[in-house]
């Protein structure tokens, strides 16, 4: 053996004309960039907005999710199929740029041990975990076929042609080790099992004369790929770093845009005009992994709702030569048809599941504003509840309640009432009108309470937060309750909000800043755990119940608060909760978001029912929630499934109330509110 | 065609029934949380209107009876393209039917010549259901009352209107002008306006006018009728135990009782 130090291989050995390659460079990199031209073009017709601050922050993100793929690797066949294509070609490229660095511009580097380690073992190895990812690619999309995917010719197309770019490197690989006699060829495993193979078929003279052949053909299929690539999904090794970079760094909660009502043109959006510079990359950075579809709840109970071909639709669109942006997209699809647009719950499932942090969701909201505002074109029971939202200040048309009857008993003052008050205890309209809910708000006043807080509500100055209206699409509404609510909140002076709804929550956290209400917003889930963090409270008979949790959308996803409910659940029950098959920011949603508990959903496409049953399956006795709109959709699917099982519905305030209230001598007075029906 | 539409503003009528209190001193509802919104049958009343707008072409004008705030439900009229809105002051919380039947007759005359003149069949706060045929009365016009559409004639200066009756609906044809009141029917359900439109309302013209203006002396607000007493009724339950020493004496006893209360119903 000769001495490791002096490793190298002879570059562009056996082949002449090496011209041609240079001249074949300029119409593939033309190509390649008028493809790369012609969608910054079409994103350039798109609206201001900036998504370029805070560049550190960006950066961190095309790192974890570009370069390390922390949301590709959530599913783990796809995830590592999709690693090993992916970091194999990062290698491959960087192993030609040292071809490139040693040859054209005569830096000797592709010597010795970084020849042996990288360009010959590395290179060598990460090439063939390309081709089993190619191959588990093949296998995924053409026998076991999910229906998540597109099957298109492109995309089998561009799986081919990476097969065929990396087999035939092998092949060239193989044939030069095999007619050189490269000493260094045991550092090539994979070229070296081809190398092994030719050398009892072919004489050294086939293995030049097919190295050749195969080299110019590796070539023009690379350069081939490489112009044909702008022009399909393989696009998105651009466009998807580019929307990582561009993402929305706010939690999803934050993600709907405020209007300009003085300025703004149209409401709401119907066309592609309407959209951001960054809304159009979404559409292009889309690689029709189509796990947002997966994991839609509406799509999974059987609704036309598909959040892929939303995109997939709109894109098609931006891509029509010369196409007129004006022209109304709704309804030219069966994704894009109001019927779909009004299926939406607005979980943001879609969101947390895009690798490449496109944002579904919002588009969908975008376009119900257009049908709401411009059109007026809404199913009737929402319009029922955004009449009543605006007429009496809550969207429970017929509700018997009042905003302070479930304080009967308890003693509750009103911010009016109590001037030193540090907590405004907000009950939210789900809260104070629904029956059941009422029981779980006097939980929460009885353990603020015994914690010695000294709280308030607004009683009858408490107006809804304007979230139904919001997600079905009347800004206008929702601009008017915002500036409502934080007049009233700002009279009183409130600092610190403490609710019981996740929907009032994010408002609070995450919409009311944008109109100036700015407040220390607490889901009673986090405020009870810092409570009892504190020693406020303590749970001295905790409950033996088996207790699953479900994560409430607005809590969970939009603002990543998963374990102060599930704290809670532990200290009630002192164990940890069971987990559903479903959960944390892979929930899936009670039905109820978005404005759609005020729809009738038809009987056997109910998302509540196919919650209950992943609820069901866990054989737990309770099913803790933290939200009152989960609170009546799980128990109105709970009843419909659970035949002769008794599992019940309850927050974890009513479970934490238990466990303390068992305890002290205030016993039994909680429970007055169902003894004042309403006297008709 | 021209068309006036008369809007009423009331008290919200869905508020919670415990929520509901009445000032038996001054005799009228208290406003409590309520809010005050369109009364539903004037609602139907503008749909209808617009409904035959679309269809025939015309004008619409809204008017309303009330106070400053009043403007609001014109101006939810003009959000829904209502041409033109009349407001006409005035302040007296429980004018009778009478007085307001002359107030809108007397600004239905100013607006200037009308075809038909849409009214709710009944407001959701008194239910009195008079104004609208005090008003044709006023305007010395026929009235249709309980119509649930309004259609065109082939006769020129005439209208089909289809009115519920309790045995079923008739189709009359009238010469106009006429006074139409109109109920509720799944087809005139009150659509929603655009935001845009609503928007835009604020900006459009609104006509005000004072009871003054129009010759109305206010302190005929209650000549008609006045309410005597208001009470929200009390359901009560007395439970009595007949006696008796046989079967039969108790049944003797009971129809005798029975017979008593009916006596003194």
């Known amino acids: 053996m000769s001495d490791p130090q002096l490793a190298t291989r002879e570059v562009l050995w056996n082949i002449s004309h090496v011209w041609l390659m240079y001249a074949l460079l300029v119409p593939t990199v033309a190509t390649a960039a008028y493809g790369i031209y012609r969608r910054v073009q079409v994103w350039r017709r798109g609206q201001a907005e900036n998504r370029f601050d805070r560049p550190l922050e960006r950066i961190g993100l095309v790192l974890k999710y570009a370069l390390l793929q922390l949301r590709t690797w959530r599913k783990l066949y796809p995830g590592s199929l999709h690693a090993m294509i992916f970091w194999g070609f990062i290698v491959l490229t960087v192993a030609t740029t040292v071809v490139m660095i040693e040859y054209d511009f005569g830096i000797p580097i592709m010597h010795g041990y970084f020849y042996l380690y990288f360009q010959s073992f590395i290179t060598d190895v990460f090439g063939a975990l390309a081709m089993i990812g190619v191959g588990m690619a093949g296998a995924r999309r053409w026998i076991v076929r999910p229906t998540q995917l597109v099957y298109t010719g492109e995309a089998s197309g561009i799986l081919v042609a990476i097969f065929a770019i990396l087999s035939s490197g092998f092949l060239i690989e193989g044939w030069r080790i095999a007619a050189t006699n490269d000493p260094w060829g045991a550092w090539s495993p994979f070229g070296n099992l081809v190398a092994a193979a030719s050398r009892p078929l072919m004489s050294v003279e086939a293995m030049k004369t097919a190295h050749l052949a195969t080299w110019w053909t590796h070539l023009l299929l690379a350069f081939g790929f490489i112009a044909w690539a702008p022009y399909t999904k393989m696009a998105h090794v651009i466009t998807s770093t580019l929307n990582i970079y561009t993402s929305r760094l706010a939690p999803i909660g934050a993600t709907l845009r405020k209007i300009d009502f003085e300025k703004a043109e149209k409401l709401g959006i119907n066309s592609l005009a309407g959209f951001t510079w960054k809304d159009l990359l979404d559409f292009d950075a889309c690689t029709e992994c189509g796990r947002c579809t997966a994991v839609c709840p509406a799509n999974l109970v059987g609704k036309v709702l598909s959040p892929r071909d939303i995109i997939l639709d709109l894109r098609k669109l931006s891509r029509v030569p010369r196409g007129d942006f004006a022209q109304s997209y709704v309804g030219t699809t069966q994704a894009l048809s109001i019927e779909a647009m009004w299926e939406c719950t607005t979980c943001g499932a879609c969101v947390e599941a895009c690798p490449v942090s496109i944002e579904q969701m919002p588009k969908i909201v975008d376009t119900r504003r257009y049908l709401v505002m411009e059109d007026a074109q809404l199913p009737e029971t929402m319009q029922q509840a955004l009449v009543s939202v605006e007429t009496r200040g809550h969207p429970f048309r017929g509700t018997v309640f009042s905003r302070v009857d479930w304080t009967a008993g308890l003693n509750v003052s009103t911010m009016a009432d109590a001037l030193d008050a540090e907590v405004l205890l907000w009950v939210g309209c789900g809260g104070a009108l629904v029956e059941r809910n009422q029981k779980v ?240 | 065609m021209n068309i006036v539409v008369c809007i009423k503003q009331i008290l919200d009528p869905e508020i919670p029934a415990r929520d509901f209190r009445v000032d038996s001193v001054k005799c009228e509802a208290e406003r409590g949380s309520a809010n005050l919104v369109t009364n539903i049958f004037c609602e139907n009343a503008l749909e209808t209107a617009l409904q035959f707008r679309e269809a025939q072409g015309g004008k619409i004008t809204a008017i309303s009876c009330g106070p400053e705030g009043a403007e609001d439900v014109l101006r939810k009229a003009l959000a829904l393209k209502a041409d033109d809105a009349v407001l006409v002051l005035n302040e007296a919380p429980n004018a009778d039917p009478l007085f307001v039947a002359k107030t809108l007759a007397a600004g239905i005359r100013k607006i200037g010549p009308f075809d038909a003149v849409l009214v709710g069949r009944e407001a959701g706060d008194w239910g009195a259901g008079q104004t609208g045929g005090l008003l044709a009365e006023e305007l010395q016009v026929p009235c249709i009352s309980f119509a649930e559409n309004l259609q065109p004639s082939a006769a020129s200066g005439a209208v089909k209107v289809k009115r519920q009756t309790d045995s079923g609906w008739e189709l009359l044809e009238s010469a106009t002008p006429l006074v139409i009141t109109i109920t509720n029917h799944e087809k005139n359900v009150p659509r929603i306006p655009k935001t845009r439109d609503v928007m835009q309302s604020y900006r459009k013209p609104l006509v005000k006018w004072t009871l003054a203006e129009l010759g109305i002396d206010p302190s005929t607000a209650n000549s008609y009728y006045r309410v005597a007493e208001l009470f929200i009724p009390r359901k009560e339950t007395q439970c009595e135990f007949i006696s008796g020493d046989t079967l039969e004496a108790k049944i003797d006893a009971f129809a005798h009782r029975v017979t008593d209360c009916m006596r003194s119903m």
């Not at chain 1, 609510?485 to 956290?509: D, E, G």
Request: hydrophobic share 30%.
């Open chain 1, 441 to 680: 708000v006097r939980s929460l006043a009885q353990l603020l309470e015994k914690a010695g807080v000294k709280f308030a509500i607004l009683g009858r100055e408490e107006k809804c937060t304007g979230d139904p209206a919001r997600r079905i699409g009347n800004e206008f509404l929702f601009e008017q309750l915002a500036q409502e609510n934080i007049a009233t909140l700002n009279r009183y002076q409130v600092k610190k909000i403490v609710t019981s709804c996740p929907h009032c929550f994010n408002t609070f956290r995450n919409e009311y800043p944008q109109f100036g209400g700015r407040y220390e917003v607490y889901h009673h889930s986090e405020y009870l755990a810092k409570l009892v963090g504190e020693g406020k409270l303590s749970a001295r008979t905790p409950s033996d119940k088996k207790v699953t949790f479900h994560d409430p959308c607005y809590l969970g996803r939009h603002n990543g608060v998963y374990a102060a409910p599930r704290q809670l659940v532990q200290i009630s029950t002192r164990a940890e909760p069971i987990e559903m098959e479903q959960s944390r920011s892979n929930s899936f949603c009670c039905g109820g978001g978005g404005g759609m508990s005020f729809i009738d959903e038809p009987p056997n496409q109910r998302v509540n029912q196919e919650r209950a049953r992943q609820i069901l399956a866990t054989d737990a006795d309770v099913v803790a929630v933290g939200c009152p709109f989960c609170m009546t959709m799980l128990e109105d699917g709970i009843n419909a499934r659970r035949g002769d099982r008794d599992t019940k519905v309850m927050d974890v305030a009513e479970l934490l109330w238990q466990a303390v209230e068992h305890a002290s001598s205030s016993g039994g007075r909680g429970d007055r509110a169902e003894n004042t029906k309403p006297e008709i």
